[in-house]
């Protein structure tokens, strides 16, 4: 099955700052309205932050930071080119001054300008080797070069297979892309990621670079012709998906991404389970919404209860007996991180739940994890209209007293008493 890798939003930070390289010497009035300034544009009144600015510049004329945060004000306002003429106001005040020149760069990305914008950001980072808005929006250039060529040559492809009277085969289109595109493309690509890994290296809590580069990993291995080559970058991907988590969970687009490659590569329980966490952050995400139904297909479980709860799950993405019902399956294909999750899922969309907290224990107890299981045992037991459950209760019951007898509380304990039961292996 074909990779198709979801692109990356263009994110940068346009950050305002206090530069200390301007020879002028600062009077208290200025920086007071400088820093008014900026406090305005981030709370988003730029009618405030205008005043403010040209207050700053009636103190100086030629303060970097106010020409600056004018032009973002402009900017915002959709005027590119009174943006850009106080943008290039402030380098030429401050050539040290590396957010106006990332400013710039942004103005050219916008454009569609990659190389002026290149060029823009590449002096933002020479100013500032650790200035993460300048990298990323580096990385970020290099990356939408590569793509860009990459689009022309599958148009390419696809004009040249429609003149021929010929429909492409939608596994090896871009196999056929030609030496010298693809030469081209991952050149750029090498370029990105040199940039990525740096910003790994510098701010390794960034979890848009490691999307991107996951994302980077994706299209290399939509154009390797070698087996070995493309699995070994879908793992890659797959790891650094993992990392954009890591270092923020709720990023939905590196959930989306990671959910399409599962797909891609035919693990479908597994890209269930991130089309839902997806649609948990974001409802109306289309990829995710559409492709849900895919992984639902590629199941292949026919039994009535799964239809029940696919279609509950795809009319109503927070419906608890939908994720309970899909907790019940994964568990029983052996899949436990998976089902772990829906069934709290189920908990925090309803906390009377009965049942996922009992099957939650019930996981625990065969795992041998004590404290959890009494954790989950003790809400079962303290969910209200439970009495329907009585086997499950007296299971609990059961477990719960097994805590609480002499022999497993003993610390002398004698021939015959065996410590295992209390070891705890590590939390999924």
Same mark, same amino acid.
């Given at each position: 099955?074909? #990779?198709?890798? *979801?692109?990356?939003?263009? @994110? ?6 206090? /530069? ?5 010497? !600062? =009077?208290? $009035?200025?920086? =007071?309205?400088? !820093? ?84 823009? @950001? ?15 929006? %580096? ?13 022309? /040559? ?44 740096? #910003? ?18 994706? &299209? ?37 991404? *990671? ?9 479908? $329980?597994?890209?269930?389970?991130? @089309?839902?966490?997806?649609?948990? *952050? ?7 919404? $559409? ?9 292949? #479980? ?10 509950? *799950? ?6 608890? !007996?939908?994720?309970?019902? %899909? ?26 739940? +009965? ?9 625990? $107890? ?9 954790? &989950? +045992?003790?809400? @079962?037991?303290? +969910? ?11 299971? +609990? ?7 609480? /007898? ?16 209390? %070891?705890? /292996?590590?939390?999924?």
């Amino acid at each position: 099955m074909r #990779i198709f890798a *979801l692109t990356t939003i263009a @994110f940068w930070v346009m950050a305002l700052g206090i /530069s200390c390289a301007a020879p002028k010497v !600062r =009077t208290p $009035e200025e920086l =007071t309205q400088q !820093r008014t300034c900026i406090t305005q544009l981030e709370n988003g009144d730029l009618i405030g932050a205008e005043t403010a600015c040209e207050i700053c510049l009636e103190y100086n004329e030629r303060s970097p930071e106010c020409l600056n945060g004018l032009g973002m004000i402009w900017l915002s306002r959709g005027n590119e080119d009174k943006a850009s003429t106080y943008f290039k106001r402030s380098v030429r005040e401050d050539g040290n001054f590396s957010q106006a020149r990332n400013n710039l760069g942004v103005l050219e990305f916008q454009r569609g300008n990659y190389d002026l914008a290149s060029y823009h @950001f590449e002096s933002s980072v020479e100013v500032d080797p650790n200035y993460l808005d300048g990298r990323y929006n %580096l990385a970020l250039a290099y990356l939408r070069t590569g793509d860009k060529r990459r689009a022309q /040559s599958y148009q390419k492809e696809v004009n040249e297979a429609e003149k021929q009277n010929m429909q492409l085969d939608a596994t090896k289109f871009y196999l056929n892309i030609s030496p010298s595109d693809k030469k081209y493309i991952e050149r750029f690509y090498q370029k990105a990621e040199d940039e990525y890994r740096k #910003i790994f290296q510098l701010h390794p809590e960034y979890a848009p670079a490691y999307r991107d580069l996951g994302v980077i990993m994706t &299209y290399r291995a939509e154009m390797s012709e070698q087996e070995n080559k493309r699995n070994q970058r879908v793992q890659e991907a797959e790891v650094l998906f993992n990392q954009c988590l890591v270092a923020q969970n709720d990023e939905k687009d590196c959930i989306a991404n *990671l959910a399409h490659l599962y797909l891609a590569n035919a693990r479908f $329980e597994e890209a269930l389970f991130y @089309f839902s966490a997806c649609l948990t *952050l974001d409802p109306k995400h289309p990829v995710c919404r $559409e492709e849900l139904q895919l992984a639902y297909q590629g199941i292949k #479980i026919q039994s009535k209860s799964l239809s029940r709860y696919m279609s509950r *799950l795809s009319k109503d993405e927070n419906d608890p !007996r939908g994720h309970y019902g %899909l907790c019940v399956l994964l568990f029983d294909k052996n899949l436990p991180q998976l089902a772990q999750a829906e069934c709290r899922r189920t908990l925090e969309l309803d906390p009377n739940f +009965c049942l996922a907290s009992f099957r939650l224990a019930k996981y625990y $107890e065969e795992i041998s994890q004590p404290d959890r299981m009494e954790e &989950y +045992c003790r809400s @079962f037991r303290s +969910c209200p209209n439970n009495e329907s459950h009585a086997r499950e209760l007296e299971e +609990c019951q059961g477990w719960i007293g097994t805590l609480e /007898s002499p022999e497993t509380h003993t610390s002398n304990t004698t021939q015959n008493s065996s410590p295992s039961s209390l %070891l705890r /292996s590590a939390n999924l």
